[in-house]
């Protein structure tokens, strides 16, 4: 087994003893960070979105922050000010929540374009700008945000740009019978998620060990087969009579991060087709805009970038 899949192991074992279930989730989720990328996590509440986040960044002994986006919440309360010192007679930074490794993002679309506006620069150049100063975010940095797809009121829309910063988006699903009743057997025996330090959760890596294994994830070979298989799922976005705007070369790139990613967690040190077809959904159904007629029909972007998928022939 790779380091990478014996890694990815420990962190799901430490991980389910918190969070009962969402395997599949757990796993995009470590083919986010294994690419240094960032994860919009959708659901409605009370699937364990933030509990999930919060296990994960203890497995990885990293600085961890939570911000609650609201209607009032400023720019400064996110990167944070510069405040005057009497004592120093002097302008000293008060650094703002955004300065952590992990930072959770939570209800990211109950705050107004101005404020998510602050993330935009973090996200993509990993450093922000108070006063005209910039400074340099903490290595990794990694954003989980969340967000809510059934209430509307009091909520503003994520621009394309804002969401085209998340390398994924991820759908949080109900747990299956078995894995509620699980959850409902620990609450009983006296689990609370607000007490995450009573399960033990152990950290498996740190930092300077994270940021290793993303280099040891972007070395994963992937030859040309698999780069013109990229750019046919890609390509076939821009010219589907069901969609209205289609990809970005950026998800050419995020496929080929994540597909990747995801062969180093299988155990593998090369790309295969199956990996490709694994992430393409998640990391596509953010980027592409289907036309509002195909809407109405009950259609919906994962069927249609599911119908992409089926009709390119898969290299052998």
Do not use: W
């Not at 996200?123 to 940095?141: N, V």
């Not at 995020?254 to 998640?282: Q, Y």
């Amino acid at each position: 087994m790779s380091r990478i899949a014996q890694v990815a192991e420990s962190i799901r074992t430490e991980v389910r003893k918190a969070v009962v279930g969402q395997d599949k989730l757990v796993d995009q989720v470590l083919v986010t960070l294994l690419a240094n990328g960032h994860v919009l996590l959708e659901g409605v509440p009370g699937v364990a979105k933030t509990l999930l986040v919060r296990a994960i960044a203890q497995t990885l002994g990293l600085q961890y922050s939570r911000i609650q986006f609201t209607p009032d919440l400023m720019p400064s309360d996110v990167v944070g000010t510069n405040v005057f010192d009497a004592r120093k007679v002097d302008f000293t930074l008060r650094t703002g929540p955004i300065f952590a490794n992990v930072l959770l993002a939570d209800e990211i679309n109950r705050t107004p374009p101005k404020t998510q506006s602050a993330l935009l620069e973090a996200m993509e150049e990993r450093q922000c700008t108070i006063d005209g100063e910039r400074h340099a975010l903490p290595a990794p940095f990694l954003v989980f945000a969340t967000r809510n797809p059934i209430e509307y009121e009091g909520t503003y829309p994520l621009p394309e740009a804002q969401q085209d910063r998340f390398l994924m988006k991820v759908l949080v699903g109900y747990p299956s019978r078995e894995e509620e009743i699980e959850v409902i057997r620990r609450f009983h025996s006296g689990f609370r998620s607000q007490d995450l330090g009573a399960v033990g959760i152990q950290t498996v890596t740190n930092a300077e060990q994270l940021i290793e294994l993303q280099a040891e994830a972007a070395r994963i070979q992937m030859d040309d087969r698999m780069f013109n298989y990229v750019y046919g799922i890609v390509a076939s976005t821009r010219d589907n009579h069901e969609i209205q705007i289609g990809a970005s070369p950026r998800a050419s790139l995020s496929l080929v991060a994540c597909s990747k990613a995801l062969a180093g967690i299988r155990g593998r040190d090369f790309v295969i087709p199956d990996d490709i077809k694994e992430v393409a959904i998640p990391i596509l159904r953010h980027r592409v805009l289907i036309r509002a007629d195909v809407d109405t029909q009950g259609i919906t972007v994962d069927d249609v970038i599911q119908d992409i998928l089926d009709a390119q022939e898969v290299p052998r």
